[in-house]
């Protein structure tokens, strides 16, 4: 009987993936577990396609977010604090900036006269030109820009349909009265905590501090926007 002497593997384990002695014997001692082998393959495929499409997912959703984030923000930097941020503290920040918006965000309610009901709501007060980028959409068009010189607020559509309100009505909120301008079709975008819970309402940050509703126990938050 004559026995053939086995040639070494190559020492190089790439050259050896090509080796036609290595794919013979792999398939010779498969035959015995031909089923378990088609499994494994088959969740080798499974595991690298589900990764792939996760990659691919996770790239497409990454590219879309770095695309809309400066509108997302609306600007280029927020600050926030639950306290009410210092002069020396805003200086320092705006210095960094071209331009610059404080806002501050609370729960309040706003009541509806002559005696039509009262609702919580989520004030906004905004100085500046915020949101830098991207717009506030109103009707009437020109409600935005009337806002940022006081005296006015800006509602949602559904509010004003609940207490049968029209623009040029007068509401109360804290120690203040204000008139209707408008309603928002679509808001600035939003950052604070309580974002969904009340309707929106939009008011110039000076008639905010004159309100009398910003003391020591006020659930503002307070943000700057920095562009």
Not at 153 to 161: F, K, N
Not at 170 to 190: C, D, H, S
Request: hydrophobic content about 40%; some cysteine; glycine content about 8%.
């Amino acid at each position: 009987m004559r026995i053939s002497k086995v040639k070494p593997l190559p020492t190089s384990l790439w050259r050896s993936l090509f080796c036609r002695w290595v794919w013979k014997m792999a398939w010779r001692d498969s035959r015995s577990q031909r089923l378990r082998l088609v499994v494994f393959s088959l969740a080798i495929v499974s595991g690298v396609a589900a990764l792939t499409a996760i990659h691919s997912l996770k790239t497409s959703v990454e590219g879309g977010i770095e695309s809309e984030a400066k509108s997302l923000l609306g600007s280029d930097l927020r600050v926030s604090s639950r306290k009410k941020l210092k002069s020396d503290e805003i200086e320092s920040l705006a210095k960094r900036a071209e331009r610059v918006s404080r806002e501050v965000s609370f729960p309040s309610m706003l009541r509806f006269l002559p005696d039509r009901g009262a609702r919580l709501m989520q004030v906004r007060g905004m100085d500046g030109a915020y949101p830098f980028y991207g717009r506030v959409e109103t009707q009437p068009i020109e409600a935005w820009k009337q806002l940022r010189q006081g005296g006015g607020i800006l509602l949602e559509p559904s509010v004003l349909d609940q207490f049968s309100a029209k623009v040029g009505d007068k509401v109360e909120l804290g120690g203040i009265r204000l008139t209707i301008f408008g309603v928002i079709k679509k808001p600035a975008p939003r950052g604070n905590r309580f974002s969904g819970f009340a309707p929106e309402v939009y008011v110039q940050l000076g008639d905010i501090e004159r309100s009398g509703l910003l003391g020591k126990n006020s659930m503002a938050s307070h943000q700057l926007h920095l562009q």
